[in-house]
């Protein structure tokens, strides 16, 4: 439905042409009206209009100063597409039609308004709105493909050297790196959760934009788009400016933006450096915590770089499960230097990261299995430091593993050092094999960790549970088949197998002959026996 604005201080007029209209066009308009420019004007821009009738002559603002501001763009903030204007006068007066002209009116109707004049102009209005809502529609479009080129052809233009001269021209073009503000800086934004999670790009591309939009004063942007990890990168000029991007969200209490900046450019060629300087200044957000946008220039010069510990982390690994855990937390800090942190190059952070998840956590893991969920949880975490959003994260989340799986190990060393627990295991199992038995009621009978049990048994018995159950039920199987009275599908569930199928499939693979052909092999022993006797 279409909004219409009739503007007139006679109000016969108003009622008048508000019923014509309703009754030739019914149901097409929602029609509004006025007494004078000034109403009108408020109406307008707390409401918006398609088209707009106004006479010329009104008190307090007439009706030509009325469309000088209806068809000024900042009177709505650029937001609307200028109404379609109809004029009305009950004067032949050439100023009125030449501002009709100037302000580019659809109409000039003279009073008393002809019912068949009025008509006409509305449908030449109709005509008008849609002709240019099909164009905008058709440069909306345009723009977003121009848009999605130009991010397309940027993100390849931060992965690309040694441009040829007809590339670096066409690929000018395609991004308008003639348009550019010069020189430019390169920002780089992420944004991650206390949980390490990253934000969505659709999310942090909204994010960034609308805290741009309340901070860009003496902003040019060049260009925003996303680079292949989801990150958003933002092209603009000049590159201070970028600082309140970070100050706004900081206001906002948006504490997990973080923002790198390079250093300037001038060149299209100097994006892709420009791009890596950012991203290198966004990483070193990871130490220090209190900073949300970091320049490129300011991480530069000599960074502290270690060779890796090798017999330092050895030895973390190897106190793991004794009595000397209270060092534990001294040589994780001693591995890292982490009372150097400002100063270190993050490579050699990473690089440490890298060797304990190799040397400590997965050596641990290999020798003595799976942990309590809430271990394997942390451990999954902690192996890629990247989900932490700054070292201290990080840090204090890798020495809450090394705690619990020292902790753990000591649990399954002291296990393994109590063979009481385990004989009772083991005549548990005796006891009570032709019942419904599994790992977690006899760990528990013995009141022992599910995990630890599991380590301790095998180490105990040389089997894993399940071996052992099946093998303590054939058995006793082997027993009961030397009753030739007893079917085999009655022995299978005296000794706690579901089905004889089962049972038969168990017997095989660990006899290597059915149940049937060792009682057969049974019976044709005791033949030859008897014979023998």
């Given at each position: 439905?279409?909004?219409?604005?009739?503007?007139?201080?006679?109000?016969?007029?108003?009622?008048?042409?508000?019923?014509?209209?309703?009754?030739?066009?019914?149901?097409?308009?929602?029609?509004?009206?006025?007494?004078?420019?000034?109403?009108?004007?408020?109406?307008?821009?707390?409401?918006?209009?398609?088209?707009?009738?106004?006479?010329?002559?009104?008190?307090?603002?007439?009706?030509?100063?009325?469309?000088?501001?209806?068809?000024?763009?900042?009177?709505?903030?650029?937001?609307?597409?200028?109404?379609?204007?109809?004029?009305?006068?009950?004067?032949?007066?050439?100023?009125?039609?030449?501002?009709?002209?100037?302000?580019?009116?659809?109409?000039?109707?003279?009073?008393?308004?002809?019912?068949?004049?009025?008509?006409?102009?509305?449908?030449?209005?109709?005509?008008?709105?849609?002709?240019?809502?099909?164009?905008?529609?058709?440069?909306?479009?345009?723009?977003?493909?121009?848009?999605?080129?130009?991010?397309?052809?940027?993100?390849?233009?931060?992965?690309?050297?040694?441009?040829?001269?007809?590339?670096?021209?066409?690929?000018?073009r395609e991004i308008d790196f003639a348009g550019y503000t010069l020189p430019f800086t390169v920002a780089v934004a992420v944004y991650k959760y206390e949980d390490g999670r990253e934000m969505q790009r659709g999310e942090l591309m909204a994010l960034v934009e609308e805290l741009l939009h309340q901070c860009e004063e003496g902003l040019v942007l060049n260009a925003s788009f996303h680079d292949r990890e989801g990150r958003v990168v933002l092209i603009g000029s000049p590159g201070e400016r970028f600082?309140?991007?970070?100050?706004?969200?900081?206001?906002?209490?948006?504490?997990?933006?973080?923002?790198?900046?390079?250093?300037?450019?001038?060149?299209?060629?100097?994006?892709?450096?420009?791009?890596?300087?950012?991203?290198?200044?966004?990483?070193?957000?990871?130490?220090?915590?209190?900073?949300?946008?970091?320049?490129?220039?300011?991480?530069?010069?000599?960074?502290?770089?270690?060779?890796?510990?090798?017999?330092?982390?050895?030895?973390?690994?190897?106190?793991?499960?004794?009595?000397?855990?209270?060092?534990?937390?001294?040589?994780?800090?001693?591995?890292?230097?982490?009372?150097?942190?400002?100063?270190?190059?993050?490579?050699?952070?990473?690089?440490?990261?890298?060797?304990?998840?190799?040397?400590?956590?997965?050596?641990?893991?290999?020798?003595?299995?799976?942990?309590?969920?809430?271990?394997?949880?942390?451990?999954?975490?902690?192996?890629?430091?990247?989900?932490?959003?700054?070292?201290?994260?990080?840090?204090?989340?890798?020495?809450?593993?090394?705690?619990?799986?020292?902790?753990?190990?000591?649990?399954?060393?002291?296990?393994?050092?109590?063979?009481?627990?385990?004989?009772?295991?083991?005549?548990?199992?005796?006891?009570?094999?032709?019942?419904?038995?599994?790992?977690?009621?006899?760990?528990?009978?013995?009141?022992?960790?599910?995990?630890?049990?599991?380590?301790?048994?095998?180490?105990?018995?040389?089997?894993?549970?399940?071996?052992?159950?099946?093998?303590?039920?054939?058995?006793?199987?082997?027993?009961?088949?030397?009753?030739?009275?007893?079917?085999?599908?009655?022995?299978?569930?005296?000794?706690?197998?579901?089905?004889?199928?089962?049972?038969?499939?168990?017997?095989?693979?660990?006899?290597?002959?059915?149940?049937?052909?060792?009682?057969?092999?049974?019976?044709?022993?005791?033949?030859?026996?008897?014979?023998?006797?």
């Amino acid at each position: 439905m279409r909004k219409l604005l009739i503007v007139d201080d006679e109000k016969n007029i108003r009622i008048g042409m508000k019923m014509m209209i309703e009754r030739e066009f019914p149901g097409m308009y929602a029609i509004m009206t006025a007494t004078q420019g000034e109403e009108a004007l408020a109406l307008y821009r707390s409401k918006g209009a398609d088209i707009v009738i106004t006479d010329i002559r009104m008190p307090v603002m007439d009706g030509i100063a009325l469309i000088e501001k209806l068809s000024d763009n900042d009177s709505s903030g650029g937001l609307r597409l200028k109404p379609n204007i109809i004029i009305l006068s009950g004067y032949e007066d050439f100023e009125y039609a030449r501002a009709a002209i100037k302000y580019q009116a659809q109409d000039y109707l003279l009073k008393p308004i002809r019912r068949d004049e009025l008509f006409a102009s509305l449908r030449k209005c109709e005509e008008d709105l849609q002709r240019r809502s099909r164009l905008a529609e058709t440069v909306a479009g345009a723009e977003s493909y121009r848009r999605k080129l130009q991010s397309s052809r940027l993100q390849e233009l931060l992965m690309q050297t040694g441009l040829t001269e007809q590339e670096r021209r066409e690929l000018g073009r395609e991004i308008d790196f003639a348009g550019y503000t010069l020189p430019f800086t390169v920002a780089v934004a992420v944004y991650k959760y206390e949980d390490g999670r990253e934000m969505q790009r659709g999310e942090l591309m909204a994010l960034v934009e609308e805290l741009l939009h309340q901070c860009e004063e003496g902003l040019v942007l060049n260009a925003s788009f996303h680079d292949r990890e989801g990150r958003v990168v933002l092209i603009g000029s000049p590159g201070e400016r970028f600082a309140g991007l970070a100050q706004l969200a900081e206001a906002k209490g948006l504490s997990g933006l973080l923002c790198g900046l390079s250093e300037e450019g001038v060149r299209m060629e100097d994006i892709p450096n420009c791009y890596r300087q950012a991203l290198q200044a966004v990483e070193y957000s990871f130490i220090y915590p209190q900073v949300q946008i970091i320049r490129y220039q300011d991480i530069q010069g000599q960074r502290l770089h270690y060779a890796v510990p090798e017999e330092e982390i050895r030895k973390l690994g190897n106190i793991l499960g004794t009595n000397h855990g209270k060092e534990i937390s001294p040589l994780l800090h001693s591995i890292f230097h982490s009372e150097e942190l400002a100063e270190l190059d993050i490579h050699y952070i990473e690089r440490i990261s890298q060797r304990i998840n190799e040397q400590v956590l997965d050596e641990v893991f290999r020798l003595y299995g799976e942990a309590s969920v809430e271990v394997l949880k942390l451990y999954r975490r902690v192996g890629m430091m990247g989900r932490f959003r700054h070292f201290h994260d990080y840090f204090r989340s890798l020495e809450q593993l090394l705690f619990s799986l020292h902790e753990y190990i000591k649990g399954i060393r002291f296990a393994h050092s109590e063979h009481g627990d385990m004989k009772e295991a083991v005549a548990y199992i005796e006891e009570n094999y032709h019942r419904s038995l599994n790992m977690a009621i006899v760990s528990n009978h013995v009141s022992l960790n599910y995990s630890y049990f599991s380590e301790a048994f095998k180490a105990y018995t040389g089997e894993s549970f399940v071996v052992y159950l099946k093998k303590v039920r054939i058995r006793k199987a082997k027993q009961l088949l030397r009753d030739q009275r007893l079917r085999l599908a009655d022995v299978g569930a005296a000794v706690g197998f579901e089905t004889a199928k089962q049972f038969s499939r168990v017997f095989k693979e660990l006899e290597g002959i059915s149940p049937f052909e060792y009682r057969a092999k049974l019976l044709a022993s005791q033949e030859q026996t008897h014979s023998q006797a």
